[in-house]
């Protein structure tokens, strides 16, 4: 390896992850966060530039693939690199192509982007960078797509944080794809002290671990409050700042799980003085260059915190406001960001100390504690090389939490990638267009999700097991009278039916005496059969036996069991083949539909297979409906918009009406909802459809010509918000302009909705 690539020395695991590329390896690194992985892939685009060859790097986010191409571009030369994303493509013939991932994954399947042989003519590497996004529960399918579909000519260099099965998911890629190595690696150029803060001793923080690894005892845990708040109280947020202020511990990024409470935190810490008065008159300068360029964000009411050296970071903020705020805080002048999680997934933001302020998080099931990965990939973001000999990270006592537990959390290991590879109809199409019926179901048995069936099942198998001892304990009841457990069985039947025929013969004998009536010859008769039953129990030795209730209750018990077992194998046999099973019911609602013929896409099937949606076949549906023919630019977008929202938890609406003609469009909609809502039913398939107006009237407004102020003041909703919903409308317009057999009329309104949607602040990144 030509030692001159880099200024500095490489760290082992780099060495090590660099030579297996040159050896024509594909490579799994799995180090922790700020390890250096991106080293691993420049050693990748190096090779690739000296050699001839082309690189894709690919991103889970869109606001991570622009830093890299920002990144690159400067460092490799602007004609070197390019950049392809949902709504953006540069120089995409480049040497170095930076992509998300979900552009790589409809490479491979060869729609939108051309033939596949096309598109990775001269591809020599391919970066997954933060490939554990596979665990992403909406998301994850997208990598091991990738990875299934990668030609085997591609070298993978797939850069992991830690996880509990790296060896798992190299094994697997090893078998799917071409020889991998694993370089699995605990190294932290920058090693991390964890912190607690006790609020019964405001003014420090303390170290949670003893140098022998117990619970610091001086830790006191946080008492529970069931009066309100005094006025008067401390304030927790300012007192953990000014502790890491006062010990030379800032710059921090302040996780909050609450988007309100970003800010509400960021407000009560701007009293603080974090800033000296020449940094602070370096900030105005910034900022007043910044506003210059971008004067839509001039009424922005977080000016005067930042001033002060602190801000928040989250979705509900305008993207060019977020990257005003990233470039502050890479420069070291805002001093504490009070950030949601998502800040934790690769963003550039190095940051001295990271502050967690609590161990558990709301989600729509209910509180819960983070995982060991969330709690890593957090924590992680302490600690910038060659600034720091240690990074810091603070927990925030809270009453909900013990100090044992954050210990407990601290000391965890990270847990283990879970595949979440989910087919959906646009994946049945384009395999069912390239592959037989039976190579499709290769593939799909290819998935790590398949790969790693043991280790999803084991909760099951496990299960199993316990039944298996409860039944094997049961069987081995011993009968005195080495009678069967199938003689115990006979003499309870024996012994039901006696009982009930008692019952009635008493009956008819008690109806006959209160008519003084004698008893039938037919009475007589199955009086007489009643008592040859009793004789008959007399001769089972059950009938005398001390232990007949145990064994009868152990009998009952096998019984019982045996049923959970069989029920039990069954759903572990549908769950091993729970991906084939899930392909061939969405190949089903398919066939329904029209969109499969003998295993082949039609030309509806071939349409749809374009498409890139939460669910296809219903976009398909709207529009080969022709419903959104006839529409304006606005009315179009405001239809589009409703059925790419999902359902929100807000409790108002906006006061402003939607047209008359948005409004009769949802409604043949929600017709064709039903209807496929009713097969996939029938098919056990759970794909999600939408329609929702919420941000309907608003987009209707925006194209009309309406200001970008009078918009928000109509909801209660981040700005934030609002530009993601409008460029995921703009997403699926986009594709109303690029798949096949389209009515031209279509298209031109989807462009015209398009440039109308698309002016400041929509079309800052």
């Not at 799980?257 to 370096?282: G, H, I, N, W, Y």
């Not at 964000?297 to 928040?312: D, P, Q, R, T, W």
């Not at 959390?409 to 990270?414: F, G, N, P």
């Not at 398009?754 to 602040?761: C, F, M, S």
Request: proline share 4%; with cysteine.
């Amino acid at each position: 390896m030509n030692k001159n690539k880099f200024p500095f020395e490489l760290d082992e695991f780099q060495k090590e992850a660099c030579e297996h590329i040159n050896n024509g390896k594909s490579v799994v690194v799995c180090a922790p966060t700020g390890a250096g992985k991106t080293v691993i892939a420049e050693h990748a685009i190096h090779k690739a530039l000296e050699d001839g060859h082309r690189v894709f790097y690919t991103t889970p986010l869109k606001a991570l693939s622009n830093q890299k191409y920002g990144d690159f571009s400067s460092k490799y030369g602007i004609n070197n690199v390019g950049l392809l994303t949902g709504d953006t493509s540069i120089n995409r013939d480049a040497q170095v192509v930076i992509m998300t991932t979900e552009v790589f994954r409809n490479m491979l399947y060869g729609t939108n982007f051309g033939s596949v042989t096309e598109n990775l003519k001269n591809v020599k590497y391919i970066v997954l960078d933060e490939v554990h996004y596979m665990n992403d529960e909406q998301r994850g399918t997208v990598w091991e797509e990738s990875i299934i579909y990668c030609p085997t000519n591609i070298q993978i260099v797939a850069l992991s944080a830690t996880v509990a099965n790296a060896a798992q998911l190299t094994d697997w890629i090893n078998t799917v794809h071409s020889r991998t190595e694993l370089v699995n690696t605990d190294f932290r150029p920058v090693p991390l002290r964890f912190y607690y803060f006790d609020s019964s001793q405001p003014d420090t923080i303390l170290p949670i671990l003893t140098p022998s690894g117990q619970l610091n005892s001086k830790i006191r845990a946080e008492k529970r409050q069931f009066h309100q708040r005094k006025p008067t109280q401390r304030s927790v947020v300012k007192d953990v700042v000014r502790a890491l202020h006062e010990k030379e511990m800032l710059p921090a990024i302040y996780f909050t799980f609450s988007r309100k409470k970003c800010d509400e935190q960021m407000e009560k810490c701007t009293s603080l003085v974090l800033v000296t008065p020449a940094e602070q008159k370096q900030i105005k300068e910034i900022v007043d260059e910044y506003l210059a360029e971008n004067p839509y964000l001039y009424k922005n009411k977080h000016i005067e915190y930042i001033l002060n050296g602190v801000a928040s970071h989250h979705a509900g903020l305008l993207p060019g406001w977020k990257v005003l705020i990233e470039k502050l805080f890479q420069k070291g002048l805002i001093k504490v960001v009070f950030a949601t999680e998502t800040l934790a997934a690769g963003i550039n933001m190095p940051a001295r100390s990271t502050v967690i302020s609590s161990i558990s998080k709301r989600t729509d099931t209910g509180h819960r504690t983070l995982s060991a990965s969330e709690f890593l990939q957090m924590s992680g973001r302490a600690g910038r090389r060659g600034m720091d000999e240690v990074g810091y990270v603070t927990v925030v006592g809270t009453p909900f939490q013990t100090p044992e537990e954050v210990a407990e959390l601290v000391l965890s290991d990270a847990n283990p990638l879970e595949s979440r590879f989910a087919p959906s109809y646009s994946m049945v199409l384009n395999l069912l267009q390239r592959f037989s019926i039976d190579e499709a179901k290769e593939l799909i048995l290819k998935s790590f999700g398949y790969f790693s069936a043991n280790t999803r099942l084991a909760p099951l198998l496990k299960q199993q097991k316990e039944y298996q001892k409860i039944i094997d304990t049961s069987s081995k009841f011993v009968c005195h009278h080495k009678l069967t457990n199938q003689d115990l069985f006979d003499y309870n039947k024996l012994r039901g039916i006696y009982v009930e025929n008692r019952r009635i013969f008493k009956t008819i004998q008690k109806q006959e005496k209160s008519k003084n009536r004698p008893l039938s010859p037919e009475a007589i008769a199955f009086g007489r059969k009643t008592k040859e039953m009793l004789d008959k129990l007399h001769t089972y030795a059950c009938d005398t036996c001390k232990v007949f209730k145990n064994h009868s209750k152990e009998v009952e018990i096998l019984e019982r069991y045996e049923v959970k077992q069989k029920k039990l194998a069954k759903d572990i046999e549908r769950q091993k083949d729970i991906f084939w099973n899930n392909f061939l019911a969405h190949r089903s609602v398919l066939t329904e539909f029209g969109y499969l013929k003998d295993d082949y896409p039609t030309e509806t099937g071939v349409m749809t297979s374009q498409i890139r949606a939460e669910n296809e076949l219903f976009l398909s549906e709207i529009i080969l409906s022709r419903v959104l023919e006839n529409l304006t630019p606005a009315e179009l977008a405001s239809v589009v918009c409703a059925i790419t929202t999902e359902d929100l938890r807000v409790e108002t609406y906006p006061q402003i009406p939607i047209s008359q003609a948005t409004k009769k469009t949802l409604n043949l909609i929600k017709n064709i909802k039903r209807k496929i809502e009713i097969t996939q039913k029938d098919n056990n398939i759970e794909t999600a459809m939408y329609i929702n107006s919420y941000y309907s009237s608003m987009i209707e407004m925006w194209i009309n010509g309406a200001e970008w102020d009078s918009i928000i003041d109509q909801v209660e909703m981040g700005e934030g918000d609002v530009v993601r919903i409008f460029k995921r409308t703009v997403d699926v317009l986009r594709q109303l302009c690029v798949i096949s057999n389209i009515p031209e009329a279509l298209v031109f309104t989807a462009r015209e909705a398009i440039t109308g949607i698309l002016r400041e602040p929509i079309n800052v990144d």
